[in-house]
């Protein structure tokens, strides 16, 4: 895990959380992708096509996009000249970087696990001799699998504080489960807490290897966070790079999802605003051609009975853009007191 420090900030290459002088800085995710970018490569001219490429995948990229990516990071210490531009060349990073080495747990000593083994199995050797050999176990699962279960139930009945308390134990027993990062994410979402769920969802993204469909729902997080940021623009762009990784999967009832979020989107929209970053699109148009599509994929790929269990997930959402409150979470899972 990198740690950078320039100035009094401390950057994780990991989670892209920020802070300075220990407090938690706000930031965009777009604004930390391209920080990790001129941080991994100080003091060097980078050019607008390269911060491009980074950033959004594509060189066809409207410039205003990268120029407020820029400004926002020249806010961070508008006191200092932390980012150097260079007429029709590019920009420079002129802050002194440190990379820090993460502190390493102290390893315990083999005898020492060996012998708290020894004891685990003995306390739990003498539980199962006192109990009653007819009584049934409670779970065959291990505990990193249950508390995790534990979690969705607390999810489902909106108890948000241990829903995050059994995610927390969860990840602690199995760091790299992705589903109890996305899970917790979305209940960092629910509280409000968007700089956590971002650092989350961005952290799922950058792990390797990932599935397209981690991704994803990665993906589907960072839209519906920025719609929480009344972010119109990043929230269309985020559910499009969505539904284009589902595209070559059969996951048709998550795509049905992805392409309500995209409709919605759409449809809330301002009416002068474009929807995509260079030319104006019908809107009704887009939604018709959205809806149309995936439902010809549905009825060709998918049985009759998951069809019907997709349906069953798959309720009419809506956002209100003035007072975004979330109606559709992870897919098909839905807190019961945030349904339409």
């Given at each position: 895990m990198a740690i950078y420090q320039f100035l009094d900030f401390t950057f994780c290459a990991t989670t892209f959380a920020l802070t300075q002088s220990g407090k938690d800085k706000p930031i965009r995710p777009k604004t930390a992708q391209a920080l990790l970018f001129f941080l991994t490569q100080p003091e060097q001219l980078i050019s607008k096509h390269a911060l491009f490429k980074a950033l959004w995948q594509s060189e066809d990229v409207q410039d205003y996009r990268l120029f407020q990516v820029i400004s926002e990071l020249r806010k961070l210490a508008p006191e200092q000249q932390?980012?150097?531009?260079?007429?029709?060349?590019?920009?420079?990073?002129?802050?002194?970087?440190?990379?820090v080495t993460p502190v390493q747990r102290t390893q315990l000593p083999w005898r020492a696990i060996a012998a708290g083994l020894t004891l685990m199995i003995s306390t739990i050797t003498s539980a199962m001799w006192v109990s009653h050999s007819d009584t049934p176990p409670t779970t065959n699962l291990l505990p990193a699998m249950s508390s995790y279960s534990n979690a969705?139930?607390?999810?489902?009945?909106?108890?948000?504080?241990?829903?995050?308390?059994?995610?927390?134990?969860?990840?602690?027993?199995?760091?790299?489960?992705?589903?109890?990062?996305?899970?917790?994410?979305?209940?960092?979402?629910?509280?409000?807490?968007?700089?956590?769920?971002?650092?989350?969802?961005?952290?799922?993204?950058?792990?390797?290897?990932?599935?397209?469909?981690?991704?994803?729902?990665?993906?589907?997080?960072?839209?519906?966070?920025?719609?929480?940021?009344?972010?119109?623009?990043?929230?269309?762009?985020?559910?499009?790079?969505?539904?284009?990784?589902?595209?070559?999967?059969?996951?048709?009832?998550?795509?049905?999802?992805?392409?309500?979020?995209?409709?919605?989107?759409?449809?809330?929209?301002?009416?002068?605003?474009?929807?995509?970053?260079?030319?104006?699109?019908?809107?009704?148009?887009?939604?018709?051609?959205?809806?149309t599509n995936n439902k010809q994929q549905a009825n060709t790929e998918q049985s009759a009975e998951h069809l019907a269990l997709c349906h069953q997930l798959n309720q009419p959402t809506s956002f209100n853009f003035t007072n975004s409150t979330l109606h559709s979470d992870i897919f098909g899972l839905r807190p019961r007191t945030m349904r339409t």
């Open positions: 932390l980012i150097r531009t260079q007429p029709n060349q590019g920009y420079i990073w002129q802050a002194t970087v440190t990379q969705l139930i607390a999810f489902r009945k909106s108890d948000l504080e241990n829903a995050e308390k059994w995610l927390n134990f969860s990840l602690q027993e199995n760091p790299h489960s992705i589903e109890a990062q996305l899970l917790l994410a979305e209940v960092k979402l629910h509280k409000k807490e968007l700089t956590q769920a971002n650092q989350l969802a961005f952290k799922i993204i950058n792990q390797t290897p990932t599935s397209d469909y981690y991704r994803t729902q990665a993906l589907d997080l960072l839209s519906r966070i920025s719609l929480e940021n009344s972010e119109i623009n990043d929230a269309l762009n985020y559910a499009i790079e969505s539904k284009a990784l589902l595209n070559s999967s059969l996951a048709v009832c998550s795509s049905e999802v992805v392409n309500q979020r995209i409709a919605t989107i759409i449809t809330n929209k301002p009416a002068t605003a474009s929807t995509t970053q260079h030319n104006p699109v019908n809107r009704e148009s887009l939604i018709v051609t959205i809806v």
